[in-house]
């Protein structure tokens, strides 16, 4: 009946969630539960298949088991032979250690000497009783008992309970159990679950004592009654066997949900933006990450990083029949996502007519609309916080609103039909509608409580948007031919890059998600919702070598106006801010989501932002560089940062830092660092000359004492090539900016020697590692894509255009269905690792792209 019980679509669902908990508890009974009844209670074994299920699930990651029984403990360890990783719970909740020895005060001590003397004399008269001892009760078992000796048995015992006094008792299968101290299975279930930090429980129980912990169930807990009578739980099997066939089956899809079965691969994910926020989207047009009011707010779907039950908003046929494999594409040089099916299609975007993005008072609009033939699904479930906060909807005249949300929340969907359902805390929204009378208009309004039409209809509004996207790409400059890769390609990086800006500072983001995992599985998840300084002068760059210089131009407004709100100087930068140029908040975990197929933690802000990294100023410098060679309007006030990030350079350069990776362990003298140092000061020799018209030799007195320091200190006879740092013989493939910022030739034996010191130790395949030094983190990564797309372009630089053009392209097929790239790839299986998308990447892909076109 088990397996009939999973083919019930309501109990394939709940095991389903349970698979995917962050931290998921199975507790069950012993007797009549794992093990089957018998007479004999010595001789109760737990069924072969159940041991090998609650093995495996105690195995798995995040997964705690507990079996929790009236047995006492030391019985329940030698009979059950359950290893050490499953926590054995005794005596109802009495005994939570093997070596548990309850002190018992006089009182209690004389109490149980007369209970045993009693129930001594009891089995003495009725030898087919069964006595069993327990440091803080005594269970009298009556298996062996007809139904009418049974009756006569019970009302001794009651009798007995009576005399003695001052004792609970409970009534189980075939047994009653006097307590000296109170207790129950309820109890301890909460206590397990609280020392194992479990967010979801499944309980399997046979007997009365089992409905304790049954009714402590709540959210997304499932309790399984074994065998008749009557619950509290909400699920039922008939027998142990079936209880192992559940388990097993839980076991797997477990296991295989850690591994990462069953998710949508990264690169699979599109991306919509109004450059105020962004929404990931699958495939199947189910929107499973959006952020509100800003990209680095609390997220209101998290599926991405939580499964269904962290929040998505979700469209497709409602019938099953009707579903097949929809296609997915952007419309055009746009944000605008197609989703179709045979019978229908869902288009998304995020309102960006009217200004929006520049808006700084303004809302987020996300807008969906459903055309086609039949029944359109929808299911709206929205989770405030990432979940951590109860979701409560109202049906309102138009539409739904969200109304405990700290920010203005509703959903404008005039004529639809709404069922609310509860999940746990939390309320979800679903409808279906028919297509027949024409286009169905979703509006998904964050900052605002109305539910009034726009004044501007829909149709109008999706122009414009698809205006201000395509109009900015048509103005690109692409090179007339292209070397393996398309011009569409290129268009939809930048576009990525121009996704990733936040309209009203001029901040660009690293990438539109937090903690997507570098290795499945892995502790290496990162929160990359802000803006890097180094990071984002090179997303810039890579738009003004496209011909569009107004990115660059925000962003260094954007700059100048976090050094002036500094209370500290240009030299004390941090790495990295929030969009809006404050400081991050403290480096947090969200427990209750278990993260990318399993991996957790799942992070929310970035302890790197008090870190010392001395090779953000120069991409800054190197950006402004950039503008002044196209004449852009430089002023007083980009003259005045240029003077600053060099004072700042001489007065830091010599010291250790944690270098552009952000390693978690001791600062050291990082080549990389030094060579952006360098790059600062020679930059700004440029600019002064160029640009401003003015001459600074102390500057290139600088210059040269830093290459000079580089030369001397970076270089390595023994490895025969500039190494991470100073003080160690580890290559690391950011040394390759030595070259490809300028400082020294392209032709320079020593840098064409540490070209291939980086290929043939960190290439795997048609990926770079960054490095594989200990970097005081546990686990592994995958290939870092900027540091593929940094040796391509030193590949066409030393002239070795064969080799660079093959790599790129795979580089170029790292791209996903609609263009997008993720952060990092696994060499072994080519999976698409990290953050997503991630502005190196698309970077990256940018400048292999110009510099093969030059050498075509």
Request: hydrophobic share 40%; glycine share 8%; net charge negative.
């Amino acid at each position: 009946m088990a397996s009939h019980l999973l083919d019930d679509p309501e109990v394939d669902a709940r095991i389903h969630a349970l698979a995917a908990a962050p931290h998921l508890l199975i507790a069950c009974d012993y007797d009549g539960t794992i093990a089957p009844l018998v007479d004999d209670p010595m001789a109760a074994l737990p069924l072969r298949e159940t041991s090998v299920a609650l093995r495996g699930l105690a195995a798995l990651a995040q997964t705690d088991v507990a079996v929790i029984s009236g047995r006492s403990l030391r019985d329940l360890a030698a009979l059950s032979r359950l290893p050490a990783e499953i926590h054995l719970v005794g005596s109802h909740g009495s005994e939570f250690d093997i070596d548990f020895a309850l002190d018992l005060d006089p009182a209690l001590q004389e109490r149980r000497s007369k209970l045993l003397d009693a129930l001594g004399q009891l089995v003495a008269d009725h030898p087919k009783l069964s006595l069993e001892k327990k440091p803080a009760s005594v269970a009298i078992h009556y298996r062996a008992l007809g139904d009418d000796e049974s009756e006569k048995a019970v009302a001794e015992i009651e009798r007995i309970h009576l005399t003695i006094g001052q004792l609970d008792i409970r009534h189980g299968k075939k047994v009653c159990e006097l307590l000296l101290v109170p207790t129950d299975k309820g109890k301890a279930l909460n206590t397990v679950r609280a020392t194992v930090g479990a967010t979801a429980v499944l309980f399997l129980g046979d007997d009365v004592t089992d409905e304790d912990a049954f009714r402590t169930l709540h959210g997304p807990d499932v309790g399984v009654k074994v065998g008749e009578g009557e619950t509290a739980a909400p699920f039922r099997v008939d027998s142990p066997e079936e209880v192992a066939i559940l388990l097993a089956a839980l076991s797997a899809r477990r296991a295989d949900w850690l591994a990462g079965a069953g998710v949508t691969p990264i690169d699979e994910h599109s991306m919509l933006s109004d450059q105020r926020t962004a929404a990931i989207v699958t495939p199947d047009a189910r929107i499973t990450w959006l952020c509100v009011p800003r990209i680095d707010s609390g997220a209101i779907f998290a599926e991405l990083l939580g499964g269904p039950a962290a929040g998505h908003f979700s469209i497709g046929p409602a019938d099953d029949a009707a579903i097949g494999t929809p296609s997915q594409a952007y419309v055009g040089d746009s944000l605008i996502l197609r989703t179709s099916w045979p019978s229908m299609s869902v288009t998304d975007y995020l309102d960006c007519s009217e200004g929006r993005p520049k808006r700084i008072a303004g809302r987020t609009d996300l807008i969906r609309v459903i055309e086609g033939t039949g029944t359109a699904r929808i299911e709206f479930a929205p989770r405030l916080d990432f979940g951590r906060f109860p979701t409560q909807l109202e049906r309102r005249d138009g539409g739904l609103e969200i109304t405990n949300a700290a920010d203005l929340v509703v959903l404008r969907s005039p004529g639809i039909e709404w069922t609310l359902e509860h999940a746990g805390v939390h309320q979800t929204a679903i409808a279906e509608v028919d297509l027949s009378a024409g286009p169905v208009t979703l509006e998904l309004r964050c900052g605002t409580a109305s539910l009034r039409p726009d004044r501007t209809i829909e149709v109008d509004r999706r122009a414009a948007t698809h205006s201000f996207w395509s109009d900015w790409a048509a103005r690109l400059e692409l090179p007339e031919t292209l070397v393996d890769v398309d011009h569409d390609l290129i268009r939809r990086s930048a576009l990525t890059l121009k996704a990733l800006c936040y309209g009203p500072t001029g901040a660009i983001l690293a990438a539109a998600t937090t903690s997507l995992p570098e290795f499945i599985g892995g502790v290496r998840n990162w929160d990359y919702r802000y803006c890097w300084i180094r990071d984002a002068s090179l997303s810039a760059g890579a738009l003004v070598k496209l011909g569009s210089i107004d990115e660059a131009m925000d962003l260094l407004d954007w700059l100048l106006r976090v050094i002036e709100a500094s209370e500290v100087g240009p030299e004390r930068l941090s790495p990295l801010y929030t969009v809006n140029g404050t400081a991050l908040p403290p480096e947090a975990t969200i427990e209750e989501l278990p993260g990318y197929a399993g991996s957790r933690p799942v992070r929310v802000g970035n302890a790197a932002d008090h870190q010392v990294q001395l090779d953000v100023f120069g991409p800054v410098l190197e950006l402004i560089h950039q503008l002044g060679e196209i004449d852009a309007p430089l002023s007083a006030r980009h003259w005045r940062l240029v003077e600053d990030l060099v004072a700042a350079v001489e007065q830091r350069w010599t010291e250790p830092d944690q270098g552009i990776w952000e390693v978690r362990s001791a600062p050291r003298h990082h080549v990389n660092s030094k060579v952006m140092c360098w790059v600062t000061v020679d930059r700004a020799v440029q600019i002064a000359g160029e640009v401003f018209g003015r001459e600074r030799p102390e500057w290139v007195n600088l210059r040269e004492a830093i290459k000079d320091d580089i030369i001397a200190n970076g270089w390595n006879d023994e490895v025969g090539s500039f190494t991470t740092a100073y003080d160690g013989t580890d290559i690391d493939a950011s040394v390759l900016a030595i070259g490809l910022f300028g400082m020294l030739e392209h032709d320079d034996p020593h840098y064409i020697a540490t070209v291939h010191a980086v290929e043939s130790s960190l290439r795997s395949g048609d990926t770079v590692y960054r490095y594989k030094h200990e970097d005081g983190l546990p686990g592994e990564e995958g290939g870092f894509n900027l540091m593929t797309s940094w040796l391509i372009d030193a590949k066409v630089q030393i002239g070795d255009l064969g080799s660079a053009r093959e790599l790129f392209r795979a580089y170029v097929d790292l791209a996903g269905p609609t263009g997008l790239i993720t952060e990092e790839v696994d060499p072994a299986t080519g999976r698409a690792l990290g953050n997503h998308p991630q502005a190196y990447s698309h970077l990256g892909l940018i400048s292999n792209a110009l510099h093969l076109a030059a050498h075509a």
